[in-house]
């Protein structure tokens, strides 16, 4: 499925992801709106997202991202890196206003809610599907940018099970567009502010080891978050350092909302599929990397999630690998 098909007839449109977007959100809607202003002239285009981390402002039009509705009638709305509209935020309701609409996305829970859905739950990033749909020869340096740091982001740097030699051969025909890969990994991916790593910290010092030992946790809660002073996006990157704990199968990281709601974030190594579980509560993503909402107090999310691993450890005989 080609873009230019989908679009040949739009002369205004909009693009949206989710809510507290990660890098291949940000990285899938920019790169779709550079891609579409560099080549269709004519063309209107709004960007709409929450405010994503400042770390992702080297890419080009970072500051071209609507975080409220003001324009109407679209020709056409895209929503990327997306699984349920109902996560959309800022631009949900202007997207179901919108006749022609598409959906598209590499979450194997997606909701199939566009009139054109794009859907490719074997692909590593929003942003590699998004290539696979763009005219190689029209895709600009900033384009490029846009969609290596999404690649870079959901890919774990190229070290998750999702990488397959088309992750790195679409990686390297994007490098050929002259692009500083190591900016885009250290200052995009790695690097954090001293707050960031002081909340890393603590999440660390007080973890718990549970289910002997084969899964981590840790939590903060809105009070912690107010006190240093911290947003969702500077929680991103714990649950990933937490999986990488010694023995540990399965790592989860939670934090609070608003009030009595928790973000549960789940990794798992090898074998354990934290997609079931996050779908058990409402939420989804990946076999090695899923999310999910729950309202409640944590220690009732914390066991919850950790009845249904134990579950799963024990339907699978590995409670002990």
Known sequence: ??????????????????????????GSVLGLYNYITDNYNGVEVHAYLEPPSKKLSYLANF???????????????????LGDLERMGVAGEMYQLTPETINIDHHVTNGYYAKVNHVRPQVGSACEVIYDMLDEDKISKNTAEALYTGMVHDTGVFKYSSTTQHTMEVAGKLLGRGLDSQKIIDEG?????????????????????????????????????????VTPSDMSGIVEQLRLTSGVEC?????????????ISFRSKNWLNVNEIAEYFGGGGHKRA?????????????????????EQMKAAGRKDV
């Open 189 to 229: 991916f790695y690097e954090k502010s001293y707050v960031q790593n002081q909340v890393l910290g603590r999440a660390l010092l007080e973890s718990m080891l549970v289910l002997d030992g084969k899964c981590i946790v840790s939590y903060f809660t809105k009070k912690e978050m107010d006190f240093y002073g």
């Open 251 to 263: 790592a989860i990281f939670l934090y609070e909302v608003k009030t009595m709601e928790y973000k």
């Open 63 to 81: 500051d071209k991202i609507e975080h409220q509705i003001q324009d109407a009638n679209f020709d056409l709305f895209i929503a990327v890196d």
């Open 1 to 26: 499925m080609k873009l230019a098909e989908l679009i040949k007839d739009a002369k205004k449109i909009g693009i949206a992801g989710h809510i507290r977007p990660d890098g291949d959100c940000v």
């Open 290 to 310: 899923a999310g999910c909402n729950f309202k409640g107090d944590v220690h009732d999310a914390i066991n919850n999630c950790l009845l249904r691993i134990d």
